[in-house]
């Protein structure tokens, strides 16, 4: 498939996704990053530091929505996805801080099952 074929099939792919297509896809790309960076191995690597700030710009993002007055979920539902975004926050601010890949496991995990979770697959 050419290059434009494959930009142009990516940009339908994603106006007719759902948006829990869109958010498990998403979480998939930042789990993909910061495995590439452990892939990598220089924790202090641009790589790193780019995909945990992905990560952290991501799960800022599910915080803001979660403790948004006007979200339609319901409050469990929503405090459940806050208490894992300041998990998953702490957890990536102290690896910027200082990353050691065997703490990128977890973030890992968490980003893949959430995605599994949206996209309806154990």
Known sequence: MSNSAASAYARVATTTASP?????????????KLQDAVNNA????????????????????????AM??????PIDVR????NISVF?????AALQMSP??????????INRNIA??????P
Do not use: C, Y
């Open 100 to 109: 050691q890949f065997d703490h990128f496991r977890p973030l890992i995990e």
């Open 20 to 32: 829990r297509d869109i958010e498990a896809q998403t979480l998939l790309k930042a789990a993909n």
């Open 79 to 82: 405090q459940k996805i806050a």
């Open 42 to 65: 220089d924790p202090l690597s641009e790589q790193t530091m780019q995909a945990l700030m992905f990560n952290r710009k991501l799960w800022t993002i599910f915080l803001s929505e």
């Open 68 to 73: 948004r007055d006007t979200n339609p979920q």
């Open 88 to 92: 998953v926050l702490s957890q990536t």
């Open 116 to 121: 599994a979770g949206l996209s309806g697959r």
